[in-house]
């Protein structure tokens, strides 16, 4: 059976990775940011079925860190579907260079709208983000979104 936490893509399977995923996260009872944060630190644990490279976006694998979200979300690398196998995906440089591989388990959190935008909070360097602006009617105005753990 598939497991995407630990990016085990199973044989056969009739459902997208992504759904697999989400079937797992369920009865732990794990809400978006819980299943977020437990999989970006699998993969910077490097945690993976047969220690595969899938999905561990940083270049210190084993040190517990927030390098998945920053990298998966980077808007200097592009995603594509890779030559040998569709369920994987290869993450390349501008220049064509390749820097990271990863399966619709890792990609689900930048195309579904609410996991990105808890993606994009574990990106940011505190895990919180924060922003302020001016209206000219109502003056300065400033909110900040954190993340539940």
């Excluded at 976006?57 to 998966?72: A, I, K, Q, S, W």
């Excluded at 919180?128 to 003056?139: A, L, M």
Aim: proline letters at 6%; charged letters at 25%; hydrophobic letters at 35%.
């Amino acid at each position: 059976m598939a497991d995407g936490f630990r990016n085990h893509l199973g044989k056969d399977d009739t459902l997208p990775a992504e759904y697999r995923l989400v079937d797992r996260a369920d009865p732990l009872g794990l809400d978006p940011e819980e299943m977020a944060v437990l999989l970006g630190g699998l993969r910077v644990l490097g945690a993976n079925y047969q220690k595969s490279d899938l999905g561990v976006l940083t270049t210190t694998p084993g040190v517990l860190t927030n390098d998945y979200f920053g990298h998966l979300l980077d808007q200097d690398v592009t995603w594509t579907p890779s030559a040998h196998d569709p369920e994987i995906f290869e993450g390349k440089e501008a220049s064509g260079k390749p820097r990271w591989t990863g399966t619709r388990n890792d990609l689900v959190f930048g195309s579904n709208a609410e996991l990105r935008a808890v993606a994009e909070i574990y990106a940011a360097a505190d895990g919180k983000r924060s922003s302020s602006r001016t209206s000219p009617q109502h003056g300065p105005r400033s909110w900040t979104w954190t993340a539940s753990t």
